[in-house]
């Protein structure tokens, strides 16, 4: 929240009738706006409006939305307010949807109220400022409000209030006509009256004395022919303010000028600080940030003077942005980019390291505000560049995907006029890849990082930095096209060079190692799939250089890989280890722990803990259905492991339910011939079978199990399950000799491939057991359920349920749940 200023005068009307306008309908709350152009004092009159009536509120928030990007990162920071996990946990993403969520629902607070400052089109923020028991004030100069939400005009000062302002702000005194004269020729404007009563109060200047030096300069205002967007009261207001510190201390002036060339939200004071000794020599500002004495003196002079507004809390400076639009203008065609130039390179040196460090967000968080404003986009400083990608980088790792995708598109339409070959343009064409992956617009990304890894084997070679990178990114992209084997030979590769390029212990080869990791468990072979996910898990808890999010990617990559080869208990034990590491780490939002919570919630109901497997998948498709919408590859298997866990407790008709809204959605995501559609399409069955509509899920069992042979081959793992179930199918139809034959082949598959002693291998025999026997073929099916029973104690103990059902002689039925890609 924005300090209170102390100077504040008047509006008591404006304020009453806001408070009545706000509260006067609790039944139908919606919206308000204070529109007026700029310096009238909106923003300032909410800020009072939130100090007055806080009493009536258990709490306020203020929200920057000049820039659509920053609103979700400001909701963002209201997490933990909430009891919400902070965003430097769950992401910018995540944290921004449960504040709206916890918000429109009231809890844990029905009184608050949203403050969103400067919000110029609707368009940009309607969608996300929430309607629910709270109260919503939005400040703007665009009277395009008036057709969406309640509006109220600020009008500029009466002149009774001007002259109470001025008389408060000027501490030695000023005589009520001595202050009607300024307000008259100051056009009564709340700003222009703010900056001048600062000056007066600075330099004792005579009323007489300031209204002759105003009038020259309105004067020479008027012959520079400025343009009409700013009051001329304002413009020469400032401008004198300007003349006078200039007089006085000319450095602080040229910071000003410097300040203008940031955006319109608080600046970290410590940008002015970090540039290296060779690049402080050659600043304009080299004087000043070589001096933090003389820093800190400038500084203090222009908050005096009203031009910069000083919270010592937050240790950030504001310009207003009408002053920094004035001093733009003021400086010269000649010298913005200069100054552009200049800020370009503060924020580049203030900021840190590895943005995909949690540490390191809150930094990112208030330099974002800067990038767009300071038109970062135009420079051609490889350090700035960096900055740029960083701060893309910054914007996914926290899961603002939205944001990360339209920062880096903006950044291309920019830097793509040097040739589609430029190094940077690749660099940035391969973090967008990652977004519209993350986004799952897998096609596009397909797409867009093929044509980018061709580009620079070509133009940087094979072995560069960067095209190692995306080679290792751009193996993810035959898997979302469900290229198992082509992702396999692909990352094969791609561990090998960055072995050789980077070593066996970087961070990077380990992301490379742990990206293999998952296509050997694609293809089924879970024994090596583990070697490699052991070893990444491992070394990244070793490494100082890999991030929470990757240890956590690979310890639930390796409690995955466990519940696979059949070792429930053991995968839970691992998969609770790492779910409790992710939330204390990453927040129980971010979009990995909802991953791993995911794949508990698969690892207890394969053990037969149906009631805790329930809890946590309802409330991790919860999660994950608000955080990323419907149509998103997370929300889609999250929707698959809460139907097949409703399914277990026996809600057969719900689960049926949300499978067929489920199987609509895959193929627009994946296409038609992905194998988790067809492993969908084999739940779905399933659920069709107990329902009662067996013809319906032999014919959707039938083509599911074509799809996952032309796929992936008839020895998967993917495919034998579906084989069981089919198998289940023609038993309840009837054709029990084909059922038999099926049944038989199946069995044999999955010994070996998986193992006698795998459950999906008992449970085929179990099946196979009950289908012997319908047939008459006792001796054979007694000594198979002798085996069979035997193996399954040990493997899982009597009390399991699989065990119960294989024994009262009932078929068993398996699912398919989806790993992360």
């Given amino acids: 929240m924005p300090q209170r200023n102390k100077n504040f005068t008047g509006r008591g009307e404006l304020l009453d009738k806001l408070h009545d306008s706000v509260t006067s309908d609790v039944t139908a709350v919606v919206p308000h706006a204070l529109h007026g152009f700029g310096g009238v004092g909106k923003t300032h009159v909410a800020i009072e409006y939130a100090y007055r009536y806080r009493h009536e509120y258990d709490l306020v928030w203020w929200i920057p939305a000049d ?27 995540d944290a921004s949807a449960a504040v709206l969520d916890a918000l429109r629902r009231g809890e844990p607070y029905a009184k608050w109220l949203l403050i969103f400052d400067n919000a110029e089109q609707p368009e940009d923020i309607n969608d996300i400022v929430p309607r629910g028991p709270g109260h919503v004030l939005i400040t703007s100069r665009n009277h395009a409000w008036q057709g969406v939400v309640d509006t109220i005009p600020v009008d500029v000062f009466s002149r009774t209030e001007s002259i109470e302002f001025l008389r408060k702000r000027v501490l030695k005194g000023i005589n009520p006509q001595d202050a009607s004269r300024l307000a008259q020729e100051l056009g009564d404007l709340p700003l222009a009256l703010e900056q001048a009563g600062a000056l007066h109060a600075e330099t004792g200047m005579s009323v007489e004395e300031y209204l002759r030096l105003l009038k020259e300069q309105t004067t020479q205002l008027l012959d520079a022919n400025k343009p009409s967007d700013y009051p001329l009261s304002m413009t020469a207001a400032w401008a004198l303010s300007v003349s006078q510190l200039e007089a006085k201390m000319p450095e602080a002036v040229e910071l000003l000028r410097c300040c203008a060339f940031f955006g319109p939200e608080p600046i970290p004071r410590d940008v002015f600080g970090r540039l290296d000794e060779e690049r402080t020599a050659r600043s304009r500002l080299g004087r000043l940030l070589a001096n933090p004495i003389l820093l800190s003196k400038a500084i203090r002079e222009l908050g005096r003077y009203a031009l910069v507004r000083i919270d010592s809390g937050s240790r950030t400076i504001q310009v207003h942005r009408l002053v920094q639009a004035l001093l733009r203008e003021d400086v010269g065609e000649e010298n913005r980019q200069g100054f552009r130039e200049e800020v370009h390179l503060l924020l580049a040196a203030a900021a840190p390291d590895r943005p995909d460090d949690t540490e390191n967000w809150p930094l990112y968080a208030e330099l974002l505000g800067h990038v767009t404003p300071a038109q970062v986009k135009t420079a051609a400083d490889p350090a700035v560049r960096r900055f740029a990608l960083d701060t893309v980088r910054y914007l996914y790792s926290s899961g603002d995907y939205p944001s990360a995708r339209d920062l880096a598109q903006e950044f291309l339409e920019e830097w793509r006029a040097t040739g589609e070959s430029d190094p940077w ?69 791609s561990l090998h060079r960055h072995r050789e ?30 070697d490699l996910q052991n070893e990444a898990f491992t070394e990244q808890r070793r490494s100082p ?6 240890e956590l990617s690979s310890w639930n990559g390796l409690a995955r890989i466990v519940r ?16 409790e590491f992710g939330v204390q780490a990453l927040g129980a939002d971010h979009p990995w722990t909802l991953r791993t919570a995911k794949d508990l919630s698969i690892a207890k109901r394969r053990a037969g803990l149906i009631e805790e497997a329930f809890e946590i998948a309802q409330r991790t498709f919860e999660r994950v259905e608000r955080v990323f919408g419907r149509d998103h590859p997370d929300t889609l298997a999250a929707a698959l492991c809460m139907a ?22 895959y193929p627009r995501i994946f296409g038609e011939n992905h194998p988790f559609r067809y492993g969908c399409d084999m739940n779905r069955a399933l659920l069709l079978r107990v329902n009662g509509d067996v013809e319906e899920a032999c014919r959707l069992d039938r083509e599911s199990l074509e799809g996952l042979d032309r796929r992936l081959g008839r020895d998967h793992h993917y495919s034998l399950t579906c084989a069981i179930n089919l198998v289940s199918d023609l038993a309840t139809l009837g054709d029990g000799e084909e059922a038999r034959v099926f049944g038989a082949d199946t069995l044999g598959r999955l010994r070996n491939l998986l193992g006698e002693d795998h459950p999906l291998t008992l449970a085929s025999a179990a099946n196979l057991v009950v289908d012997l026997r319908a047939a008459g073929e006792e001796g054979e099916a007694g000594a198979l359920a002798a085996d069979t029973f035997d193996r399954y104690r040990r493997v899982l103990g009597e009390d399991h349920p699989d065990v119960r059902v294989a024994r009262a002689g009932e078929r068993l039925d398996f699912d398919f749940d989806p790993p992360a890609l």
Avoid: W
Wanted: hydrophobic share 40%; glycine share 8%.
């Fill in 501 to 530: 390029k980077f070593g066996p212990k970087s961070s990077r080869t380990l992301r490379a190692l742990n990206n293999l990791a998952v296509d050997y468990l694609l293809v089924g072979d879970y024994e090596r799939a583990f």
């Fill in 425 to 493: 343009v690749l660099s940035a064409q391969r973090h967008l890849g990652i977004v519209l992956r993350e986004l799952g617009d897998y096609a596009e990304a397909f797409a867009l990082n093929q044509r980018t890894l061709q580009l620079m084997r070509t133009s940087l070679g094979p072995e560069h930095e960067e095209t190692l990178l995306l080679t290792n990114s751009h193996g993810a992209d035959f898997r979302t096209r469900g290229d198992f084997t082509a992702a396999l030979e692909h990352d094969r590769e």
């Fill in 67 to 93: 820039q659509p990007m920053l609103v979700r990162s400001s909701l963002a920071g209201l997490a933990p307010h909430l009891g919400l996990p902070p965003s430097s946990a769950a992401g910018i993403e």
């Fill in 564 to 579: 696979l080869r059949g070792e429930y208990f053991e995968a839970c034990d691992l998969g609770e280890d790492a779910y």
């Fill in 545 to 550: 250089n890999s991030s929470k999010v990757e």
């Fill in 644 to 665: 097949n866990t409703l399914r277990a407790m026996g809600g057969t008709v719900e689960a049926l339910e949300l499978l067929r809204d489920t199987a609509r959605r």
